[in-house]
């Protein structure tokens, strides 16, 4: 089963399901933790540009995958970006990293947060996706307004239109108009202005369908093709004019100047500016098998990188880059599962 497939098939769930059970602690038993009172989140709403790279912790959860209908408690720890000080966490020691109860996250994010009965592992986590940056929007995929199906909800199976509506309200106004293209992964701007989503094409000499990253304003208008010119990538990139099949799932970088995404085609990141110039493989060594995740200083991306042998268990890690291709670093041990939750602020 393909990357993209697979998250499309996420994509359907309101709840998105941190699965597996831990085959050991990515800091081992003598992992250090921090004490912390509270039970709310905690400083996980960072300023775009605030502070480098250097004063941020990244958060992710590590554990085996199972399945969606059987779902079993995932580690959560904390380590620094270049990788030391790798921390496990529990429920006590989480408030300061925003993963007590229900967090708003960066991407439009908004997480619900289920620990074990000993608090020491997450028993789920509850994703909602779309919100705007001031939370008062919420943008969704959705079927026409007279389609008898209720089932339009933030980041829902890909389906017909983009919708916008308040986030007190069930009133949404129609952002595109195009029912036979499925359209997926809207997430806002920084800025609140624009939208970047992923969109289906239809390619007729070769009767198959492929995705590219599409921008437009915040209303709908200036819908424009970002990845159209894939193939002018760079002499080492795997794209090719006849290979424009799968780009899918924009993350905005904090100053809304640029848009990294994966590629189905290789598994490969890309970063590409929101004008629809300058775009760059990034050298992951590896598939990546979550979306990227900027640092809030939009100097680093976080990823997770999948290592797949023939006759061996498939293996994940956390890794971090520089946008510029350099200082590829690993942050996590084991070689369970992963997903990355959030950049936090050290301080």
């Known amino acids: 089963m393909s990357r993209k497939t697979?998250?499309?098939?996420?994509?359907?769930?309101?709840?998105?399901?941190?699965?597996?059970?831990?085959?050991?602690?990515?800091?081992?038993?003598?992992?250090?933790?921090?004490?912390?009172?509270?039970?709310?989140?905690?400083?996980?709403?960072?300023?775009?540009?605030?502070?480098?790279?250097?004063?941020?912790?990244?958060?992710?959860?590590?554990g085996f995958y199972t399945s969606p209908h059987h779902p079993t408690e995932v580690q959560p720890y904390v380590v620094n970006a270049d990788g030391t000080s790798l921390t496990r966490l529990t429920?006590?020691?989480?408030?300061?990293?925003?993963?007590?109860?229900?967090?708003?996250?960066?991407?439009?994010r908004e997480a619900t947060i289920t620990w074990t009965a000993d608090g020491k592992k997450i028993a789920r986590i509850a994703y909602k996706f779309g919100y705007s940056p001031n939370g008062k929007k919420i943008v969704f995929v959705g079927p026409p307004p007279s389609s008898t199906s209720s089932s339009a909800s933030p980041r829902a199976e890909p389906s017909t239109d983009i919708?916008?509506?308040?986030?007190?309200?069930?009133?949404?106004?129609r952002l595109t108009n195009t029912p036979e293209v499925t359209k997926s992964d809207p997430v806002w701007s920084p800025d609140g202005k624009r939208i970047a989503y992923t969109r289906e094409m239809f390619d007729k000499a070769t009767s198959s369908t492929y995705s590219q990253i599409y921008v437009m304003n915040a209303d709908g208008s200036d819908q424009r093709n970002l990845t159209h010119s894939m193939s002018s990538a760079s002499p080492t990139s795997p794209w090719s004019a006849s290979s424009l099949r799968s780009a899918f799932g924009p993350v905005w970088a904090p100053d809304g100047e640029k848009i990294a995404f994966e590629s189905g085609e290789d598994n490969n990141i890309y970063l590409i500016n929101a004008d629809g110039t300058g775009?760059?493989?990034?050298?992951?060594?590896?598939?990546?098998?979550?979306?990227?995740?900027?640092?809030?200083?939009?100097?680093?991306?976080?990823?997770v990188r999948g290592e797949f042998a023939t006759g061996r268990p498939a293996e994940y890690y956390v890794y971090v880059i520089n946008i510029d291709g350099t200082g590829l670093t690993r942050l996590s041990n084991n070689a369970a599962s992963k997903e990355i939750v959030t950049w936090v602020s050290s301080g």
């Not at 098998?289 to 200083?297: K, N």
């Open 6 to 62: 697979l998250m499309l098939l996420a994509a359907t769930a309101v709840v998105l399901w941190l699965l597996a059970g831990c085959r050991g602690g990515e800091g081992g038993p003598g992992a250090q933790q921090q004490e912390a009172d509270g039970s709310d989140c905690g400083n996980q709403q960072l300023e775009a540009g605030q502070g480098d790279s250097h004063n941020y912790k990244l958060v992710f959860v590590s």
């Open 91 to 108: 429920k006590t020691t989480a408030h300061e990293y925003g993963l007590a109860n229900r967090c708003r996250l960066a991407g439009g």
């Open 163 to 173: 919708y916008v509506k308040s986030a007190n309200d069930n009133s949404p106004s």
């Open 279 to 303: 775009l760059t493989l990034l050298p992951t060594g590896g598939p990546a098998v979550d979306l990227p995740m900027f640092s809030p200083d939009g100097k680093k991306i976080a990823f």
